[in-house]
């Protein structure tokens, strides 16, 4: 008798998801229905000038820009965290706090509805380039154990304002999913000398199932363990351990891969919600020692999560998602969308 599901662990984290295919759609089916338009006017929107606050502004040409700027990072507004006293930890009972200290900054671009999907490469190029600067800035704090970047496209993802933004967070501890997967790497390479990620991309390649796109440099797939429908990871085909280390060619080559992947979601879906967040080595070790060589297991990768579902009671009550398409049908798909 055929299963009308499936469970699957991923061979890092050792997590359980469930495909689902009891419950399976159609691909089309994924698509989001029409819903409220998720758009500012422009006259109320903060980013629509070159701020007197940025860090780094560039034109088009990736020179410093004047008022003709395509992208800037600047402070946010309400950030997270901010300069402070770090790496003092103190008790209260039971419990163990430290101060926020870090940094919190919003990297935008000029047009006011223009995505990732809808850029060009050299637009997007130039995206990239200030995530890889900023983060070479920010790993200089000695506050700063772990830089998160990420970006939040429609209300469903979590984003406050429609204009096109991403951001990037330094703190002073590895978050907690950064953890688990930097000791799932460890613990595979301590078993088997080699990287796990490395072993995953050999096999995909090969087998070419979940095979979404593929550059000279970088490789989009469908994770095996697909946590949600049409879910894409991007990595860099040879064994890297930190995104900002990545060499100019190859900084162009990603910033392509990575538009064309979301063109992909955009066109076959319909511009749907998403997330879009980097895992990288942390910039700085347990004790604080700088770009030591203790992550040199891991390989950096950008994880792309669509909301094609909502958790419930069963993800919310055992952390095991739930995705209602197998990522290999998800990869074919998407395989046939011409950007």
Aim: charged share 25%.
């Amino acid at each position: 008798m055929k299963s009308i599901s499936e469970l699957r662990q991923d061979l890092v984290s050792g997590d359980w998801v469930v495909i689902a295919t009891g419950r399976s759609k159609r691909p089309n089916d994924f698509i989001v229905p029409k819903r409220p338009a998720f758009a500012q006017p422009k006259s109320t929107c903060p980013f629509e000038r070159r701020l007197s606050n940025a860090h780094v502004v560039y034109a088009k040409d990736g020179k410093a820009a004047g008022s003709d700027w395509w992208a800037q990072t600047v402070p946010n507004k309400y950030p997270a965290f901010d300069k402070g006293i770090c790496a003092v930890f103190n008790k209260k009972g039971p419990y163990i706090v430290t101060n926020g200290a870090g940094a919190h900054e919003v990297v935008v671009t000029a047009d006011h509805t223009r995505s990732y999907a809808t850029m060009t490469d050299q637009e997007a190029a130039l995206v990239v380039r200030m995530y890889q600067d900023r983060f070479r800035t920010l790993q200089d704090d000695n506050c700063v154990k772990y830089i998160s970047l990420f970006h939040n496209h429609g209300r469903l993802a979590g984003a406050s304002l429609s204009h096109p933004h991403s951001q990037i967070i330094a703190i002073p501890v590895v978050p907690p999913d950064v953890a688990s997967s930097l000791e799932g790497s460890e613990r595979y390479f301590a078993k088997e000398k080699k990287c796990v990620h490395c072993v995953m991309l050999r096999y995909d390649l090969k087998n070419k199932e979940r095979l979404i796109y593929e550059s000279e440099y970088f490789i989009t797939l469908a994770p095996f363990a697909s946590r949600t429908a049409f879910e894409m990871r991007i990595f860099p085909k040879a064994h890297q351990s930190r995104f900002e280390d990545i060499a100019p060619d190859e900084q162009q080559d990603f910033a392509h891969v990575l538009r064309v992947s979301l063109a992909k979601l955009y066109h076959g879906l319909k511009n749907p919600d998403y997330n879009f967040f980097l895992h990288t080595a942390p910039v700085k070790n347990a004790h604080g020692a700088r770009l030591d060589r203790s992550h040199d297991h891991y390989h950096w990768h950008f994880e792309i999560l669509p909301k094609t579902a909502i958790w419930a009671g069963f993800e919310i009550g055992t952390g095991i998602e739930i995705s209602t398409i197998k990522p290999e049908s998800a990869a074919a798909f998407l395989r046939k969308i011409k950007v």
